[in-house]
């Protein structure tokens, strides 16, 4: 499989090094992107978009608009909200087609559930108080709280936000409610799929370090991409292995995890939450530290920090790096690192200019050491201490 590298970075003294400094991390957001986008390039990172999905006017939304006259006509006993965001479009949707007094006086005689506090303010904004929120922030508590309530032959309205809630609502109608989902929203996928298909093709090529997910159905849109392009499996064992799936709470989660994809995510659904949590768990999960030649180098997904400096030795030469620090201090052969490098089989007089640009970038030939007639080692120090901080 041949992808497009990545364009380099340049170097830069510590200070100016980031967290994320020498990690690539795609965006599948469409809206708030590039705000996202922007916290993790602060931060230091080299950011891919791949937006998954796009947003369907509600204006258009013929089902919202029978749901929300259904309430009308038949005024729910309970709401529930699970997003304000969703909450308020539902209310300004009613507005655009003239229901929304009608709507909101239903709303107003109901028992109000709302999961957090960005929920509680779209409602009080409004005109609707008197609801009931978890601290936990959680559709689980909500549920668990309407569960020790007498359901049997009660409506109740569930606005939801992006994915479905199967298994609430399900819950719900066991325990004799009847249920109307109001799913705000439409999500269709993006008009422009070369941006995803490409963070797809570098996701299976693992030449990205981190995938970030904000709502559920761009992690959907994303998989079905990938099975769509061929690369599925290639996707699902580097998410299940070297690339971090990150995503910005346990619903948007949700379908990585049933494909098998391990998920991390902050305590918090929120954006800001998660860039700081890719922030620390990148590097931490992603660099590997060590001692050679004296110098203290820690190995990111596309550069390098020696000595607190971030040196970019391109594609070829974090090839030949990431395949010598596998093997600290062990000799390998012209054929085992020419194995490793892009497209793989390199000739022996490749492998040695490309050894050769390395130390060049790393500053200090010593860190790469040539054993004559067998190979090259790198200059491991196994007793140095790797704790350090910059």
């Known amino acids: 499989m041949s992808t497009e590298p990545l364009p380099p970075r340049a ?72 997003t304000g965001i969703g909450f ?8 655009s087609w003239g229901l929304g007094g009608p709507l909101l006086e239903a709303l107003g005689r109901a028992q109000l559930y709302a999961r957090g506090p960005k929920v509680v303010g779209a409602m009080h904004a409004a005109g609707l108080f008197g609801e009931w929120s978890p601290a936990s922030e959680s559709s689980s508590e909500v549920l668990e709280r309407l569960l020790t309530t007498d359901l049997q032959d009660r409506r109740l309205v569930i606005q939801l936000h992006g994915e479905p809630l199967p298994d609430v609502v399900d819950a719900l109608r066991a325990a004799g409610a009847e249920v109307v989902e109001a799913q705000v929203y ?31 159905p761009a992690a959907a849109s994303f998989l079905q991409a990938s099975e769509r392009d061929g690369f599925l499996p290639e996707v699902l064992a580097a998410l299940q292995g070297e690339v971090l799936a990150a995503a910005v709470g346990p619903v948007t989660a949700a379908p990585l ?16 939450a ?20 004296g110098h203290r180098l820690e190995v990111r997904g596309r550069a390098v920090l020696v000595d607190g400096v971030l040196v970019t030795p391109g594609r070829t030469g974090m090839a030949l790096l990431r395949r010598l620090t596998a093997h600290p201090g062990q000799v390998l052969t012209r054929a085992e690192l020419g194995a490793g490098l892009p497209g793989g089989d390199a000739d022996p007089h490749a492998v040695e200019v490309s050894v050769g640009r390395l130390r060049s970038a790393l500053g200090d030939p010593r860190i790469v050491q040539t054993v004559v007639k067998r190979g090259y080692r790198l200059a491991f120090e196994p007793e140095a201490d790797v704790t350090w901080r910059y």
Do not use: M, N
Request: glycine letters at 6%; aromatic letters at 4%; a neutral charge.
């Open 257 to 272: 995890q049933r494909a098998g994809v391990p998920v991390l995510h902050p305590a918090r659904s929120r954006l800001g």
């Open 88 to 95: 308020r479009g539902w209310i300004d949707a009613a507005d």
């Open 11 to 82: 170097t830069g003294a510590p200070d100016q090094v980031g967290p994320l400094s020498g990690f690539a991390v795609a965006v599948t957001a469409a809206r708030r992107r590039v705000e996202f986008g922007t916290a993790l390039e602060r931060k230091g990172a080299e950011v891919v978009y791949g937006p998954a999905i796009e947003i369907q006017s509600l204006e258009d939304d013929d089902t919202l608009r029978a749901v929300t006259q259904a309430c009308i006509d038949a005024p729910p006993d309970i709401v529930v909200a699970t």
């Open 186 to 216: 439409r999500w269709l996928p993006h008009p422009d799929a070369a941006p995803l298909a490409r963070v797809c093709q570098l996701t299976a090529a693992r030449e990205l370090d981190c995938v970030t997910f904000t709502s559920a």
């Open 274 to 293: 998660l860039v700081r949590e890719i922030a620390e768990q990148v590097p931490a999960r992603r660099a590997h530290r060590l001692v050679a030649a």
